[in-house]
């Protein structure tokens, strides 16, 4: 069974730091190419990040450039993002998400998300 | 930057066929899929390359795409269908977008 389960969400200051984990399982890690995806309280999904599968091809959303870095560890299967610089609009819901095998851009399998609040 | 538009609700009486547009500019050129997100969940593939089904999706639910507008069509609409859906582009140029969400209520 495909697992993807997300930690490392919680409250944190403005101006802070987050790094968010995902650990997988049920399929060859190696073999995929992930996304976070995060959906703010009460509204849409919003692509910020992904990465290929050698780590060297990597994409982000202008809302997240130069502040947050995917990264990725084969040995380990498992996604990470590290979230610098947070503001109140960081506030959301983060899903580690696998790119299906199709090269059409599709999503096939989504964690369950782990909440990340920015808040004094 | 690229930007998709979906009407903010959908009401269909259930047996009937329920249509969700996503609009953007020559949408019909790139790959589109469809998301179903129920309250408290993770989103759901249920529709990707325009028109295919994942395995385990209902066959009531069915995809288009042409020009500047992609559908997603529920035939024989169910209560279980009501949730909250989201198109979904890429091409190399875009990279991936989402919709803003269309809430399909069954009554």
């Known amino acids: 069974e495909v697992q993807l389960v997300e930690s490392g969400g919680g409250l944190v200051q403005p101006g802070g730091s987050l790094r968010l984990s995902c650990a997988t399982s049920?399929?060859?890690?190696?073999?995929?190419?992930f996304h976070w995806v995060r959906q703010a309280p009460g509204k849409g999904l919003e692509w910020i990040s992904y990465i290929g599968i050698r780590g060297s091809t990597i994409y982000y959303a202008d809302s997240v450039k130069g502040r947050f870095t995917i990264s990725r560890d084969n040995r380990k299967n498992s996604l990470y993002l590290q979230m610098n610089s947070l503001g109140a609009d960081d506030t959301a819901i983060y899903y580690c998400?696998?790119?299906?095998?199709?090269?059409?851009?599709?999503?096939?399998?989504w964690g369950q998300g782990t909440l990340v609040t920015v808040s004094s | 930057s690229y930007e998709l538009t979906q009407p903010p609700s959908v009401s269909v009486s259930p047996g009937q066929t329920a249509s969700i547009t996503c609009s953007g500019e020559k949408l019909g050129d790139k790959n589109t899929c469809w998301y179903q997100q129920k309250p408290g969940q993770s989103p759901v593939l249920v529709v990707y390359?325009?028109?295919k089904r994942p395995s385990g999706i209902p066959e009531r639910f069915s995809g288009s795409n042409s020009g500047n507008t992609a559908t997603l069509t529920i035939s024989g609409s169910q209560a279980m269908d009501e949730a909250d859906y989201y198109c979904q582009a890429w091409d190399s140029s875009v990279l991936w977008v989402f919709g803003g969400g269309t809430k399909l209520t069954v009554l």
């Open positions: 049920g399929f060859t890690f190696s073999s995929c190419e």
């Open positions: 998400a696998r790119d299906s095998t199709t090269p059409y851009g599709d999503i096939d399998y």
């Open positions: 390359q325009d028109t």
